[in-house]
Structures are given as structure tokens and as C-alpha cells.
């Protein structure tokens, strides 16, 4: 009965017209702020390592690594490859689309949380609550939105991270989940409990090194396999049109899981990757929103097309019809979508699959929880807004997240990832609502960099010339800066 309940719920939430909204927002802001994504790719490199880390806030990098490692999780291995076994190879370049115009929504929300950012018990925090109320003087959304963003980043949101841990560690290793659902939990206590700069020290440090190493492996079985790519190519190609004789008829599929899997990899339009974006230390809240929208392009041009390419250039893939019916069945008995991805690396490396999609598998999904934690922080904060129980609640937040990590290890597939398609989609609704009724701010924001960057200047953001009055942390953020550069004056003298 639960488990039916929350699919119909899911097929609601993730109808037809949320797969309309996320591309009509994409190419809306795309066409707005002129193709940010690709006349400032340059940009968006070079403030990956830029910005200033303070006691308020991060660094750009420790910032960026905080939403990539949000955004790099289970979705770029199982999600993929459930987007496949369901929509077919034409899914891959659905996710391919959603991604470039994806990367102008995550700038545009990500410079809105910069803009609007809070000062809250030491430390910057904002995202779509703080936007939200601040933009469009909705404080009756913005609750709304923080509630659904607790609620998944605590109870749903953390369920499919730990269950495809589990799932690819027993595998690999003969494991038993309840064994790693302990393993993990304890890890996230250790970490999360040292606060938002412990957090952002080891997602900064980890999802680098294992992202790099994914990327190289997957190149390397493409290397091995260069007679079938280009065939891979036509197939994606034919088959996300229509075209492919044998998956012409699930077109409608293809588009629904490409956009589905590729907002649950990269988390743009979600607001996730917005509230890692407002605790950078910048100058101007363009900065952190091309880095924002670079990380995007990481996670699913890079990552996720990786994963993809491995499975279909080997053929390690079924794919099931609406009907139930399978389409394809290259590999009989498969239907974990971690099982697909190590079916595709054994298939050229005979024996690494299981042990490294474990491995990959514990890494991107922890650094996802890990940043889960740190996204429930923000929104506690958002509700309670300096309150004396404010710490208590985000502890009580962070041991139920804990509890979702143990019971999420024990729980089936098809429930674990309904409920995080549940949680994921309650508050990506209101976020794109709220994105397309402040797209006048964002764009404005967009502008004044860009006037800056044309008149060779290094961008330096004041509120009041964009129109912009409550956002008062940014002149407390000038005035910070006007000390530094004194001290540094007063050096050189």
C-alpha cells in the first residue's frame, strides 16, 4: 500500500508538465543572460579556485566541491542506468540537453543565493528560501520550500545514497547492508558533527580525486572499445528522436527519464547546489553562480555521460517498455542499475567492476550525504533564524538523516528511489516557480558582471546599482574588504 502510494505521488510530481517547466526554464534564462554557460566557460574555470575563505565562509573551490559532491551521487552510476534500462540509450542525450540548459538555471539561482545571503550564527547561509522570501516577499513559500528541503535532505533524499552503497558493497564484497548501513552512519556522525568547514574540507578533498579517477577509467574502456563508438553515437542519436527501429516507440520515455535522472544527478532547478553557492566568500554573486553552473556540467556531460558510454558501448543493458515488456535484453537478469555499470567495466577490465563501482559507489554517495546535511542546515537556519534551539533542532535534523542512512541500506529498490523522486520533486517545483518570477533580478545581477568584466574591471557587487535594497550583508562584506585592503596597504607601506 506505501509502496503504491508514493509511486502515484511520484508519477504526479514527475508528470509531463515538470519535464516542460525544467526546459522552458532553461532556455529561458539561457536566451535572457545570452548564453552565459558557454561565452563564460572561461570564467566559470577560472573562479573554481578563486574567492576568499573566511570565518563566515568558504572558499569558491571548497564551495563548488560542496554542490558537486551533492550533485555526484548514486544518480551518476544507478541513476544513469536507470534511465537507460527504462528510457532507452535515447535517454543519455536528453540528460545531455537538460544539462546545457540546466547550467543557466544553477547560475541564475546560484547568483540569487549570493545575492540575497544571510549572516546567520557566524556563518553565510541562503538559497531558494532566502530568495524567495527576500525576491518575491513570499515568506509563506519559503517556509514552504525549506519544510519540503528538510524533509527529503533528512527522511527521503538519503534513503537511495545509502541503499545503492549497500546494494554495489555486498556485490563486490559479500557485505551484508546492515553491516555497511553501520559503516556509513558512523562515518557521516564523524564528519558532519565537526561542523559546515569540516564538511567542506573533506568533499573538497574527495570528490576531486574519485570523480578524476572515474573519468579516466571510463575513457579507458572507450579506448578499448573505439571500434563500436560511433555505432554508441547513432544509436543515442536515432534513438532519442525516434528514429532506431527497435526504440522508436518509447521516444515519450526517453525524454521523461533523460530529464528525470539528469535533475536528480545534477540537481539544477532543485535549489540544492544554490545553497552550497551563498556560503562562498566572493566579491560579486556572479562568480560563484558560473562556478555553480561549470558544476553542472561536470556532473552530467562529464560523469554521468561516462557512465552511459561504458554501458552502451559494451551493450550492458535491457531496456523495459512502458507495458512492462523488454525492449532489449543484452545482459538477462540484470536490474539494479549498479549492476549494469559493473557488467560494462567487467566487460573490458574482467573483475574490477564490482570492488570499483563499490568503491566509486561509497564515495559519491557519501559526499552526497555529507552535503545533504549541510543543505538541512541551511534551511533550519532559514526557519529558525538564530533562535537558541536552532543548533539543537539541526542535530536532531542530522541523527534523523542518520537514521534514513541505516534504514535506507535495508529498503528495495523501486521504494527507494520513488521516495527520493518524491522528496527531490516537492521542492523543485516551488524552486522553478520562484526562478521564472525572479528571473528580472537574476539577469539584472547577470548584467552588472557582465558590464564590469567588458569594462576590465574585476567584478565588485553593490546591490543598490541593480535596484537591488535588502541585501544588507553585501555592504557588511564591503566593508570587510575595505579593512583587508587597508591592512594590505599598510604592509606594503
Known amino acids: 500500500m506505501l509502496d503504491s502510494t508514493i509511486a502515484r505521488v511520484n508519477e504526479l510530481l514527475w508528470s509531463t508538465p515538470m519535464v516542460v517547466l525544467v526546459l522552458a526554464a532553461g532556455v529561458w534564462f539561457t536566451v535572457r543572460m545570452v548564453v552565459p554557460q558557454v561565452r563564460r566557460l572561461p570564467d566559470m574555470v577560472r573562479y573554481l579556485v578563486g574567492g576568499d575563505d573566511s570565518t563566515q565562509g568558504l572558499s569558491s573551490f571548497q564551495s563548488f566541491a560542496m554542490a558537486l559532491g551533492g550533485r555526484v551521487g548514486v544518480g551518476n ?33 546560484s547568483s540569487l543565493a549570493q545575492v540575497y545571503k544571510e549572516e546567520v550564527g557566524g556563518e553565510y547561509r541562503g538559497g531558494p528560501a532566502f530568495y524567495i522570501e527576500k525576491g518575491l516577499g513570499w515568506r ?23 541503499y545503492n552503497i549497500a546494494v554495489s558493497v555486498e556485490s563486490a564484497f559479500s557485505v551484508p547492508p546492515w553491516v555497511t548501513g553501520v559503516v556509513v552512519t558512523a562515518l557521516f556522525c564523524l564528519v558532519v558533527f565537526g561542523g559546515m568547514h569540516r564538511i567542506g574540507r573533506v568533499v573538497g578533498l574527495v570528490v576531486p580525486i574519485m570523480a578524476a579517477a572515474y573519468i579516466l577509467l571510463g575513457i579507458a574502456l572507450l579506448v578499448l572499445n573505439a571500434d563500436a563508438v560511433p555505432e554508441m553515437f547513432g544509436l543515442i542519436f536515432r534513438s532519442a528522436f525516434g528514429s532506431d527501429a527497435a526504440f522508436g516507440g518509447i521516444l515519450g520515455a526517453a525524454i521523461m527519464w533523460g530529464v528525470k535522472r539528469a535533475i536528480y544527478s545534477s540537481e539544477v532547478g532543485t535549489g540544492s547546489g544554490a545553497q552550497a553557492a551563498a556560503a562562498a566568500e ?51 537478469g540484470l536490474v539494479q542499475g549498479p549492476e549494469y555499470t559493473q557488467a560494462a567495466i567487467d566487460a573490458s577490465f574482467p573483475g574490477l567492476g564490482s ?10 554517495a557519501f559526499t552526497t550525504l555529507l552535503s545533504f546535511a549541510f543543505y538541512a542546515d541551511t534551511n533550519i537556519a532559514y526557519l529558525l533564524r538564530s533562535s537558541r534551539r536552532e543548533r539543537l533542532v539541526v542535530n536532531i535534523a542530522w541523527v534523523l538523516l542518520a537514521g534514513s542512512i541505516f534504514l535506507g541500506s535495508l529498503r528495495s529498490a523501486s521504494f527507494a528511489w520513488n521516495l527520493a523522486d518524491v522528496g527531490l520533486g516537492l521542492y523543485t517545483w516551488i524552486n522553478l516557480v520562484a526562478l521564472v518570477l525572479l528571473s528580472r533580478q537574476a539577469t539584472a545581477v547577470v548584467r552588472d558582471y557582465d558590464r564590469q568584466r567588458a569594462a576590465g574591471i574585476d567584478p565588485v557587487f553593490d546591490p543598490e546599482d541593480v535596484g537591488i535594497t535588502n541585501a544588507p550583508v553585501w555592504k557588511e562584506i564591503a566593508a570587510r574588504k575595505a579593512a583587508r585592503d587597508r591592512e594590505r596597504s599598510g604592509v606594503d607601506d
Open 140 to 162: 509563506w513559500l519559503a517556509v514552504l520550500y525549506a519544510v519540503a528541503a528538510v524533509f527529503a535532505l533528512t527522511i527521503t533524499g538519503p534513503s537511495i545514497q545509502s
Open 282 to 332: 566572493v566579491s560579486h554573486p556572479v562568480k560563484q553562480g558560473l562556478a555553480q553552473g561549470f558544476s553542472a556540467y561536470v556532473d552530467t556531460l562529464l560523469i554521468c555521460t561516462v557512465t552511459g558510454l561504458m554501458i552502451l558501448v559494451t551493450g550492458s543493458y535491457n531496456v523495459e517498455g512502458p507495458d512492462g515488456q523488454m525492449v532489449a535484453e543484452n545482459v538477462p
Open 77 to 109: 552510476i544507478a541513476g544513469v542506468a536507470t534511465a537507460i534500462h527504462f528510457g532507452g540509450p535515447g535517454a543519455l542525450f536528453w540528460m545531455w540537453v537538460t544539462a546545457f540548459v540546466g547550467a543557466a538555471v544553477a547560475i541564475a539561482e
Open 355 to 364: 570492488a570499483f563501482i563499490a568503491v566509486a559507489m561509497f564515495f559519491f
